[in-house]
């Protein structure tokens, strides 16, 4: 068995699994003095964005503090639904029944959109659809998950399956959860090779793609132009639309107040025997569970390893340190890994919002769509192209998530520093403790 001290393998590193195929892009070129649309963050909402502008013909540049591609997007578990988190997540809590169905509609629209794109497109993205389960991590949440999954089932004509306790070894071999419910519509990708796909077609449509150009700062639009202040010189633009999530910082003026990045970290095993795997996920689905720190877990698109992730403490921690705590965890659920060690660890930062819901819209005649809550890589990719449309004047219809006034983070003199997520991580972590210590676990 791995003590903690050798659970990491020789070579371990802290870049992400995703990047030893498709790392981020280093793109130093010039920027241009001028453009119509300045796109500010090159995840897959800034990128999906101006494809779509650029395939329009209009003069679109997008502009990344770093590499293009160094956010979440090349980071996350690349697990692609529609509408769970809203439900699962608990978003729709008090939101009106008509707004509810509205926004479910949009995300089944986002996943519907990000399928066709990629078949459409040709996109390398090794998207497989071989459902997800999702597992109660108490025995009293199976029938909250079955009840969410008859209102997915209502709303989003998925396919779902309660997997009791008793059968859940058709699902993976683990003591650690308590039955839970399979839909088998949702599936998983690899985000750097979406990632990679994007910016090629982005670039193939004639946008403008530049890494290591910070915004500074934005300045009020004079004879219709905004100055725009950069790490590397000004540029003029027309619009600016920012889609920076996670990563929001002060030169997205309001939006920084109403968005906290909240950091996750996976880890991914070293090649694991093939039965090990088909023991531990016997149908190559996505894995999640109903912890409030939520555990996320998939086989790697080529089924070799087990990606393992979720937040291993209250505090921010080197991915170093946050491996072998994560490592600790997954065996927790799957003792039969306790043998195998961690090759990568690596974390990202997730836009939360107050409301737990994603906004799109125009604020200070600004342009934005941020708010990924945990769920992004469909529905940030929807909501950089239905801004595009909406900025082309060619949306059929406003987007349910098209509402930029949301509340800000509710906490007092909040700036944009999460001085307090320790604490609600804490609270979130004593919660999953005791909801298992009163189940008897
Ligand atoms: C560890 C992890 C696991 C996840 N797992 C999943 C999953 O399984 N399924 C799912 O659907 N979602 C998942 N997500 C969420 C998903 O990755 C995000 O929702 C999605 O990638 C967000 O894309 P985006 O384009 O909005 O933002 P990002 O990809 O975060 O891009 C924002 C970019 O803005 C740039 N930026 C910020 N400020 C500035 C500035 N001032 N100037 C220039 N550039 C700036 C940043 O450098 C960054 O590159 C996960 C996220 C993480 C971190």
Not at 105 to 132: C, M, N, P, Q, W
Request: hydrophobic share 40%.
């Amino acid at each position: 068995m791995a003590e903690s001290s050798g659970v990491l393998a020789p070579g371990f590193t802290t870049d992400p699994y995703w990047w030893d195929a498709a790392p981020p892009e280093t793109a130093r070129e010039p920027l241009p003095e001028q453009t119509d649309v300045l796109v500010v963050g090159s995840g897959y909402c800034g990128l999906s964005a101006a494809a779509e502008l650029a395939r329009h013909g209009v003069d679109v540049t997008v502009v990344d503090a770093e590499d293009l591609g160094a956010g979440a997007s090349t980071r996350s578990g690349g697990m692609v639904s529609s509408g769970q988190k809203l439900v699962i997540g608990g978003a729709i809590k008090g939101v009106d029944a008509a707004r509810m169905g509205r926004l479910l509609e949009d995300s089944l629209s986002s996943y519907e959109h990000l399928k066709t794109l990629i078949r459409e497109k040709e996109l390398d993205a090794d998207l497989g659809v071989f459902g997800r389960y999702f597992a109660a991590h108490v025995p009293r949440h199976y029938d909250r998950l079955r009840r969410q999954g008859e209102l997915l089932a209502k709303h989003t004509g998925v396919t779902v399956h309660e997997i009791p306790k008793s059968r859940q070894d058709e699902i993976t071999r683990t003591d650690y959860y308590h039955g839970g419910i399979v839909i088998d519509d949702y599936g998983g990708l690899h985000p750097a090779k979406y990632h990679r796909a994007l910016r090629r077609l982005a670039a193939a449509n004639g946008a403008i793609l530049r890494s290591h150009a910070p915004v500074l700062k934005v300045g009020p639009a004079v004879d219709g132009l905004h100055e725009v202040e950069t790490g590397r010189g000004r540029i003029k633009a027309r619009q600016v639309f920012f889609g920076t999530n996670g990563y929001s910082d002060k030169a997205s003026g309001f939006l920084h107040k109403k968005v906290v990045g909240v950091r996750s970290y996976q880890i991914a095993t070293e090649p694991l025997p093939p039965v090990l795997i088909a023991e531990i996920n016997t149908g190559r689905r996505m894995i999640t569970d109903s912890r409030k720190e939520l555990i996320y877990a998939r086989p790697s698109p080529d089924g070799t390893r087990i990606l393992f992730g979720s937040r291993p403490g209250m505090f921010t921690l080197p991915e170093r340190e946050a491996a072998p705590r994560l490592h600790a965890m997954m065996i927790k659920v799957w003792p039969q890994l306790a043998g195998y060690r961690v090759t990568h660890c690596w974390s990202g930062k997730v836009g939360m919002t107050a409301d737990k819901i994603a906004h799109m819209g125009r604020q200070d005649g600004i342009d934005f769509a941020i708010g990924c809550n945990g769920n992004g890589v469909a529905l940030m990719t929807y909501l950089g192209h239905q801004s595009a449309l909406k900025l082309l004047g060619r949306q059929n219809r406003s987007s349910a998530f098209d509402d930029p006034s949301f509340p800000k983070i509710p906490v007092p003199f909040y700036d944009g520093r999460p001085w307090f997520l320790p604490i609600v991580s804490g609270w979130y972590h004593l919660q999953d403790a005791i909801a298992r210590r009163a189940a008897g676990l």
